[in-house]
């Protein structure tokens, strides 16, 4: 016969074990999940030279459209490294919240869109162009891995790393 003590004791331990349980699913959120995935170094530290970390720990949901340390070394010479000096905080910055969307955008969602090209609105301001046609493509860059979940959103692999689109200077008229 099982006694009421131990049915408590049974429960005290289950507890015990999905609080565990919960207490390390949640530290996984973007910055984490990237960090473990061991392919993001450069994207890391790209991203506490930017002071961005605080932001992608944050609530969310985003969407991170996240290059590897390959797509970092494809580069021109010296980029990256003149990115992260100090004085280029603005810029890194500006690159970085480009391959980042407001919301969960899964695979799923992506490409169930009707239109085989379309633009999604970054967290920089500009969007991102997305392209159904060969694959799934975003700004010229090939998605090679999706629906990397984290618990404050998503992260989609990508072989580029992603510039926004260049302002163009106003005309001035002679």
Same mark, same amino acid.
């Given at each position: 016969?099982?006694?009421?003590? &131990? ?10 074990? #999905? ?5 390390? $699913? ?11 995935? *061991? &392919?993001?170094?450069? #994207? ?16 969310? %949901?985003?969407?991170?459209?996240? %290059?590897? !340390? ?5 580069? +021109?010479?010296?980029? #990256?490294? &003149?990115?992260?000096? %100090? ?14 969307? +407001? *919301?969960?955008? !899964? ?18 301001? &500009? ?19 999706? !629906? ?16 926004? %689109? $260049?302002?163009?200077? +106003? $005309?001035?008229?002679?």
């Amino acid at each position: 016969m099982i006694s009421f003590k &131990s049915v408590l004791a049974g429960i005290a331990i289950a507890g015990s074990i #999905l609080v565990g349980t919960a207490s390390a $699913r949640a530290a996984d959120d973007i910055v984490d999940t990237a960090v473990k995935a *061991g &392919s993001f170094k450069t #994207l890391v530290a790209a991203v506490k030279a930017a002071g961005l970390v605080d932001t992608l720990k944050g609530k969310g %949901p985003f969407t991170v459209f996240a %290059p590897t !340390d390959e797509a970092f070394a494809k580069l +021109p010479k010296g980029t #990256l490294e &003149s990115l992260l000096k %100090p004085e280029n905080k603005a810029k890194l910055t500006a690159i970085l919240t480009y391959h980042v969307l +407001p *919301g969960k955008y !899964d695979a799923k969602r992506i490409t169930s869109a009707r239109a085989k090209r379309f633009g999604i609105k970054s967290v920089q301001g &500009s969007s991102i162009a997305v392209d159904l046609r060969k694959g799934v493509r975003v700004s010229g860059a090939n998605v090679v891995k999706t !629906d990397v979940l984290a618990t404050n959103g998503v992260i989609h692999v990508i072989d580029k790393v992603i510039q926004p %689109p $260049r302002k163009r200077a +106003p $005309r001035r008229h002679h």
